[in-house]
Structure formats: structure tokens, C-alpha cells
């Protein structure tokens, strides 16, 4: 990895450009990522929310998924939001049959799990490796986390209630070596510290 790492953004479809706005003002150098050849001149990604199966089908499109998937399966430091956390899961449950996963991290999402475009809602999270004030989380047709490996640590959690109308912890962060996830979009927000806690993992890797 280079002294200054580049940071690239999967600038596919969906909310790529808030990443990269974000990045940029934090004097980080960026790269907007659509080919195999631009993903090899960067040393992390990361990958936006937006539609997880139009993300997939266009990565596979323009022959970015394979270098993508072997590059995080190698090592390489990974951000995903909404969408981006789908993307890098290795199991989804319910996909579409063009669904394709990145993969990388040893959990199992679903998607829209908090409900469908008209159910979007903000919510304060508590984020342990961020210290207080709460996240504003930002959840748009937002997936959840329905289980994890041993080795995924949860950051986050909102409350919900389930069917039976009891109180169940629903998983909306996660960690795993250098990869990270959230359901939600912290590059809509004011918020950078998600974005500064994975250039702290780029530098620890």
C-alpha cells in the first residue's frame, strides 16, 4: 500500500458522489472506481447504497466484479452502505435471481428489511467505537443484519419488535477485520466519523 493511500468509490449507481464529496473534504485522495483498470489504482473501496441488483448487474456488465470480489478476498479494506452492505455480504436472504455478491464479510442480510420506500426514517445510533453524540442514522429501504460469524463484531444495533410484538435487537453495523458495514447512509448526513473510522482501519491494514 502507498504512503497516502487512494480511497476509490464503486461509482456505479446510487449515492457515490456524497462519498466521494465526503472523502474529498476530509484531504483524502479519491477515485472514482467503474473498471477493473481503475480498481487497480486504488488500496480501498468503497462500495455506496443505492439498488443492490442494478449495482451487481453493472458490475458484472463492465468486468469490475471478479477484480473486486478477489481483491477484498484478498485483504483489501472495504466500506459498505445500504446497498454496499448487501453487496459485501456473503449471504443474502431472498435475493433476486440476477443478485450477484462481492462478499467478504461472514454475515447473512436482508434486504429491505426495514420496509420499502415509503418506511425510510431517521433514528439516533449508538455506536460504541465512536463514542457518544449518536449516529444520525439515515435508512432508506435499509437492509439488517440477520446473523454473523464469530468473528464479526456488531457496532450498532436499533431496537424493533417483531411479529409476536416482542422487543428484538435488529444488527445495523459490523466490522470484520478490514471490511465494514452499515445499513444506513452516513454520507447523507454531516456526520464524517464512520468515514474517519475506516481510514483509521486503511492505516492499520
Do not use: K, Y
Request: net charge negative; glycine share 10%.
Amino acid at each position: 500500500m502507498r504512503a497516502t493511500p487512494t480511497v476509490g468509490v464503486l461509482a456505479l449507481q446510487g449515492a457515490f458522489r456524497e462519498h466521494l464529496r465526503l472523502l474529498a473534504a476530509l484531504g483524502v485522495p479519491t477515485a472514482a472506481v467503474r473498471t477493473a483498470e481503475e480498481l487497480e489504482d486504488v488500496d480501498a473501496i468503497v462500495v455506496p447504497g443505492g439498488e443492490s441488483t442494478a449495482m451487481s448487474r453493472l458490475a458484472v456488465d463492465l468486468g469490475v466484479l471478479e477484480p473486486l470480489r478477489a481483491r477484498i478476498a484478498a485483504g483489501m479494506p472495504a466500506f459498505g452502505t445500504c446497498a454496499g452492505m448487501i453487496l459485501l455480504a456473503d449471504e443474502l436472504l431472498d435475493p433476486r435471481s440476477s443478485q450477484q455478491q462481492v462478499g467478504g464479510l461472514a454475515m447473512t442480510v436482508r434486504r429491505n428489511a426495514f420496509g420499502r420506500q415509503a418506511e425510510s426514517f431517521e433514528e439516533p445510533i449508538a455506536i460504541g467505537e465512536l463514542g457518544p453524540p449518536d449516529f444520525p442514522g439515515v435508512f432508506i429501504r435499509a437492509p439488517w443484519v440477520e446473523a454473523v460469524a464469530p468473528d464479526v463484531s456488531v457496532l450498532a444495533t436499533v431496537r424493533r419488535t417483531d411479529p409476536g410484538g416482542n422487543p428484538d435487537d435488529r444488527i445495523v453495523a459490523v466490522r470484520q477485520g478490514p471490511l465494514l458495514a452499515t445499513s444506513f447512509h452516513p454520507e447523507l448526513t454531516g456526520d464524517d466519523r464512520l468515514h474517519r473510522l475506516f481510514l483509521s482501519m486503511i492505516e492499520e491494514d
